[in-house]
Nanobody, 112 residues
Framework: QVQLVESGGGLVQPGGSLRLSCAASGIIFNAYDMGWYRQAPGKQREFVAQITSGGSTIYADSVKGRFTISRDNAKNTVFLGMDDLKAEDTAIYYC??????WGQGTQVTVSS
């Protein structure tokens, strides 16, 4: 049974930081790209960041320089470090395994 379980979301003030985690089980992890996407209320799901199986990274322009994606293949986990958070970063954040699987999402709310 494939599972992608996100954690680390929460409420943070503007300018603050959070670190999201996504733990994968029941699936080969290290041979696949992993990604983070987000969906704000009333909007479509959008790409945030991707890390290839080889460790190369790609970011959406809106988060470049503030967010960092990384992976720990020994723990089958992908991370998203988020700094200098803004109100417009408020969304449900989803982990994606590029074999075709998604996590259930974790809420990030940026508000004073």
């Amino acid at each position: 049974q494939v599972q992608l379980v996100e954690s680390g979301g929460g409420l943070v003030q503007p300018g603050g930081s959070l670190r999201l985690s996504c733990a994968a089980s029941g699936i080969i992890f290290n041979a696949y790209d992993m990604g983070w996407y987000r969906q704000a209320p009333g909007k479509q799901r959008e790409f945030v960041a991707q890390i290839t199986s080889g460790g190369s990274t790609i970011y959406a322009d809106s988060v470049k320089g503030r967010f960092t994606i990384s992976r720990d293949n020994a723990k089958n986990t992908v991370f998203l470090g988020m700094d200098d958070l803004k109100a417009e970063d408020t969304a449900i954040y989803y982990c994606r395994h590029f074999a075709g699987y998604w996590g259930q999402g974790t809420q990030v709310t940026v508000s004073s």
